[in-house]
């Protein structure tokens, strides 16, 4: 890594981005100049492209600016402290990804932990032992490269999902709550699942059987996907909307996120097919289906709009074209036939 050259404590703004496309950018919030010295030397020896902010104001200034790739932040400043700082920056879409280490004297509790709940994923107390600052944050940089490396590689995935026509989903498993959809995707998850889908217009959710279903298949931490990966489906007459748990996006808590491919297919050819093979009428043919799909007659009825005696009736007819005597023999018959014509079928 490039060392900056001979850096003043207070460098121009414009200096200061020069070695950006090299070093990594650390922005440090503090208004004691010599605690900004201190800092920014070691800082600097490391190879860091430094930014300095004495203020809050200055600080979400920088930061809005310079997108520094890490900040550290001074807990107890006049005016703005720190910890409202880092809420003011986790706000902004434009900032809310980089981290946080939290510079206090502070070292009760309630300030520690105050200083998480504000955005900080770190914190060090004063004086500050320049070692040690610089060691974390090689460990913060790395998990924020990894993060934007996942996140790159998420956003290429939808895009590329979204140009194709696919209907996919980005959902939190923790809470079933959509992050992202394609709008093939919001369609079927209206007409499948009607007002359930998405019903909060501010904070959309899978549906409730799918989002147990979500968190039912979560691999152990660290796991891979196995390579037939975890499905769900939903049935609507003779069409079938699966779900297929397809990779992580995210590192959250509670299993992180997860992108969901979902595909819409028809029996319809199924049921022509079995009229075809067997010599049956529209209707006989999808009873058959059903009895195929396990269903009793009072559910065909159901499905069909049929009464359970015009069901057994149909029955009766398919029992004699096929030359069988029991439900049991018919469906075998059919699914066999089935399987030799369309050997993607999901009975």
């Known amino acids: ?17 020069l070695g950006r496309a090299d070093n990594d950018v650390v922005l440090i919030v503090d208004d004691m100049p010599d605690n900004l010295a201190v800092l920014h030397d070691a800082l600097d020896e490391s190879g860091y492209t430094v930014l300095v902010a004495t203020s809050g104001d200055q600080a979400l200034q920088r930061a809005g600016q310079a997108r520094p790739d890490i900040v550290l932040l001074d807990a107890m400043m006049p005016g703005m402290d720190g910890f409202e700082v880092a809420r003011r920056l986790k706000a902004d879409p434009a900032t809310t990804t980089i ?11 309630e300030h520690l932990v ?34 934007r490396h996942q996140a790159s590689q998420s956003r290429q995935a939808r895009n590329a999902l979204d140009a194709f026509g696919y209907a996919s989903v980005t959902a939190r498993a923790s809470d079933g709550r959509l992050l992202w959809t ?14 359930d889908a998405a019903a909060d217009a501010l904070a959309p959710t899978l549906p409730e059987p799918v989002a147990q279903w979500l968190r039912r298949s979560l691999p152990e931490a660290g796991t891979p996907l196995p390579a ?37 297919v028809s029996d319809a050819a199924v049921i022509e097919s079995l009229a075809q093979a067997f010599r049956l009428t529209a209707r006989e043919a999808e009873v058959l289906y059903w009895v195929v799909k396990g269903k009793i007659n009072r559910d065909i009825g159901d499905i069909l709009g049929a009464s359970p005696a015009t069901v057994k009736k149909h029955l ?11 439900r049991t023999a018919a469906a075998g018959m059919a699914l066999g036939r089935i399987r030799q014509l369309h050997p993607q079928f999901e009975g």
Do not use: C
């Open 1 to 17: 890594m490039n060392h900056p050259a001979n850096a003043t404590t207070t460098p121009h703004p414009d200096d200061e981005l």
């Open 99 to 109: 981290p946080i280490i939290f510079m206090t004297g502070l070292t009760e509790t």
């Open 114 to 147: 105050a200083g998480l709940e504000a955005g900080g994923v770190d914190y060090v107390t004063k004086p500050v032992k320049a070692r040690e600052l610089i060691a974390r944050i090689g460990v913060h940089l790395g998990g924020a490269r990894r993060a």
């Open 182 to 195: 394609t709008p093939l995707a919001r369609d079927l998850l209206q007409r499948y699942f009607g007002a």
């Open 228 to 264: 037939d990966p975890p499905r769900y489906a939903a049935d609507q007459g003779a069409r079938r909307l699966s779900f297929t748990l397809h990779q992580q996006v995210g590192d959250s808590e509670s299993g992180g996120d997860w992108l969901l491919v979902m595909r819409e």
């Open 316 to 326: 009766e007819r398919i029992f004699a074209k096929l030359g069988v005597e029991t």
